[in-house]
T-cell receptor
């Protein structure tokens, strides 16, 4: 049973460029959440997708957008990259939340470096 | 905004020692989760505590949720090098589902052989 997978593993971009990160959820999961983890910090919630729609969003600008496909996989797009966007981007999958104890499973992340 | 403060930020100990790390907030959380994250990996869920005063044990790890559901602690007995990692606490917004988790900054634990 494959867990959450993310691609690419590492990515180097320059300021102003655009980037797309990809995530495949754990088998059977229908909900994907994205987090940004800067160096020395805990993960910060970006947004969540369920039924191909963005359902909840954290405090991130519109430069951050996403998409969920019918097979539940998801993409995170970041436009007009800034140096401060350098971070580990984590994808987490789960079943559609029913309560406060639902479990999210995290992927290994994509390390984005913006030069 | 509900914040989670973790302490200490860094901890370096010798194999066999005991340790406790803390997760505190001024806000009430409906539940708290503890994760361990190793370099190059995503966080892995260790436990979820839900009830105020709850104590859960996972082998050498003991987790406690404060009576007022504003704080939690993780105690490791006889630490081993394999316990090395970043320990994160996280919780959902009060009354909400856990899909919008708030994380603390974590405690980076190093256990030296």
């Amino acid at each position: 049973d494959a867990g959450v997978t993310q691609s690419p593993t590492h990515l180097i971009k320059t300021r102003g460029q655009q980037v797309t990160l990809r995530c495949s959820p754990k088998s059977g999961h229908d909900t994907v959440s994205w987090y940004q983890q800067a160096l020395g910090q805990g993960p910060q919630f970006i947004f969540q997708y369920y039924e191909e729609e963005e359902r909840q969003r954290g405090n991130f600008p519109d430069r951050f957008s996403g998409h969920q496909f019918p097979n539940y996989s998801s993409e995170l797009n970041v436009n007009a990259l800034l140096l401060g966007d350098s971070a580990l981007y984590l994808c987490a999958s789960s079943l559609e939340p029913k309560g406060s104890t639902d479990t999210q499973y995290f992927g290994p992340g994509t390390r984005l470096t913006v030069l | 905004t509900q914040l989670l403060e973790q302490s200490p930020q860094f901890l370096s100990i010798q194999e066999g020692e005991n340790l406790t790390v803390y997760c505190n907030s001024s806000s009430v959380f409906s539940s708290l989760q503890w994760y361990r994250q190793e370099p190059g990996e995503g966080p892995v869920l260790l436990v979820t505590v839900v009830t105020g005063g709850e104590v859960k044990k996972l082998k050498r790890l003991t987790f406690q949720f404060g009576d007022a559901r504003k704080d939690s602690s993780l105690h490791i007995t006889a630490a081993q090098p394999g316990d090395t990692g970043l320990y994160l606490c996280a919780g959902p917004p009060s009354g909400g589902s856990n899909y919008k988790l708030t994380f603390g900054k974590g405690t980076l634990l190093t256990v030296n052989p």
